[in-house]
């Protein structure tokens, strides 16, 4: 089976730098995703490690290291409209297991 | 121009009805889903579609019962509704099995009364 662990909540300000970690255990492993989900509204995609290393896209990284099982959604310049839920996901194959996800909340 | 679609959006019932929920995906996409997010936030696949052949059922209660009619669509009936299907149902859709990036529709909160 698979398992994931996130923590439940983190809060930061406006203009500072969060990281949101993941652990995971998982029986096969092709990859860590990363969803953002706002209050009310659906998942959405925002990365995909597949490989050790960091990838970036505009004020959002993530980050894996496959031999500790571990990834990591670092948010730059951090925006009230940044406040959301974020998942980590493994795909082990055919499908997408979820973490418990973490609330992000931005305050001025 | 919506890409992944799903009717209704709410969904108010009593326990014992049977209820339908639809989702259509207009991206070209092979493969759909069904996930159910509790009040917690998890969020859990119940089905996978990869044209129109089940490849995913995820130990959920026989009275739960996918349908894809085609590629782009996947409805999902629930029969004799618990107080425990309470919660968001998500439809989504990737290019192919297996995908990481998934295409997700709005919702459908179900609250079963």
């Known amino acids: 089976g698979q398992s994931l662990e996130q923590p439940s909540e983190v809060t930061a300000v406006e203009g500072a730098i969060v990281q949101i970690n993941c652990t995971y255990q998982?029986?096969?492993?092709?990859?860590l995703s990363w969803y953002q989900q706002h209050d009310g509204g659906a998942p959405t995609f925002l990365s995909y490690n597949a490989l050790d290393g960091l990838e970036e896209t505009g004020r959002f990284s993530s980050f894996l290291s496959r031999s500790d099982s571990y990834g990591y959604l670092l948010l730059q310049e951090l925006q009230m409209k940044d406040s959301a839920s974020y998942f980590c996901?493994?795909?082990?194959?055919?499908?997408?297991?979820f973490g418990g996800g973490t609330r992000l909340m931005v305050k001025p | 121009d919506t890409a992944v679609s799903q009717t209704p959006k709410y969904l108010v019932t009593q326990m014992g009805n049977d209820k339908s929920i639809k989702c259509e995906q207009n991206l070209g996409h092979d493969t759909m889903y069904w996930y159910k997010q509790d009040s917690k936030k998890f969020l859990k696949i119940m089905f996978s579609y990869n044209n129109k052949e089940l490849i995913i059922n995820e130990t959920v209660p026989n009275r739960f019962s996918p349908k894809s009619p085609d590629k782009a669509h996947l409805n999902l009936h629930i029969n004799s509704l618990e107080l425990g299907d309470s919660a968001v149902y998500f439809c989504?859709?990737?290019?192919?099995?297996?995908?990481?990036?998934?295409?997700f529709g709005p919702g459908t909160r179900l609250t079963v009364t």
């Open positions: 998982t029986s096969g492993f092709y990859g």
């Open positions: 989504a859709s990737s290019q192919s099995r297996g995908i990481y990036e998934q295409y």
């Open positions: 996901a493994v795909t082990p194959g055919n499908m997408l297991t």
